[in-house]
């Protein structure tokens, strides 16, 4: 099993931009998590998913950032306008059911000039 | 909601010599607590985890504590090695219909001089 897959690994963008990342689950899980990882905030759960569902968004900073999960095998996470204060390490993460082990992704580096 | 306090936030320690982590949360509800260590530069992984059924768990050389009373757990990490260098986070989590999630402590740098 190739993991979670994240897509762009890297990503520099100027203030204002939409910004997109991207995620694959382990396949067969039925939950995923994103989190956002910086020095000042630590390791922050953004919204998970249970079966495709949003369960919990209470973690999402504000109405500029949105995420869908269309299917089992795929989400995204959207940030619009981008500021230079959401420059931070994006995870995704997954599991095989609530409660269980969840595996990172390699996260997306996003710097938002 | 639930609150983890981790300490120390940097450790050293010598090659060879046992290091430990504390953790506190806040919501006695919540009941299981794994441990994961991120390198520099890399994912997350988790180490070791333990349920609210369980007092201490062991896997080699790492082992974790659980009190529930006090509401605190502990990584302990024996004979340490370079290679043990790394960022370690402690969560906490009640696992329950849909309100599953995990919440991080902020971290404990470990660090181990040869």
């Known amino acids: 099993d190739a993991g979670v897959i994240q897509s762009p690994r890297h990503e520099v963008t100027e203030m204002g931009q939409e910004v997109t990342l991207r995620c694959k689950p382990i396949s067969g899980h039925n939950s995923l998590f994103w989190y956002r990882q910086t020095m000042m905030r630590g390791l922050e759960l953004l919204i998970y998913f249970n079966n495709n569902v949003p369960i919990d968004d209470s973690g999402m900073p504000e109405d500029r950032f949105s995420a869908k999960m269309p299917n089992a095998s795929f989400s995204t996470l959207k940030i619009q306008p981008s500021e230079p204060r959401d420059s931070a390490v994006y995870f995704c993460?997954?599991?095989?059911?609530?409660?269980?082990?969840?595996?990172f992704g390699p996260g997306t580096r996003l710097t938002v000039l | 909601g639930e609150n983890v306090e981790q300490h120390p936030s940097t450790l050293s320690v010598q090659e060879g010599d046992s290091a430990v982590i504390k953790c506190t949360y806040s919501?006695?509800?919540?009941?299981?607590f794994p441990w994961y260590k991120q390198e520099l530069g890399k994912r997350p992984q988790l180490i070791i985890d333990i349920r609210s059924n369980v007092g201490e768990k062991k896997d080699q050389r790492i082992a974790v504590t659980l009190n529930k009373t006090a509401k605190h757990f502990s990584l302990h990490i024996t004979e340490t090695q370079p290679e043990d260098s790394a960022v370690y986070f402690c969560?906490?989590?009640?696992?329950?219909?849909?309100?599953?999630?995990?919440?991080f402590g902020s971290g404990t740098r470990l660090l181990v001089r040869p």
């Open positions: 993460a997954s599991s095989l059911s609530q409660g269980g082990e969840q595996f």
């Open positions: 969560a906490a989590s009640l696992t329950m219909d849909s309100s599953y999630k995990l919440i």
């Open positions: 919501d006695s509800a919540s009941n299981y």
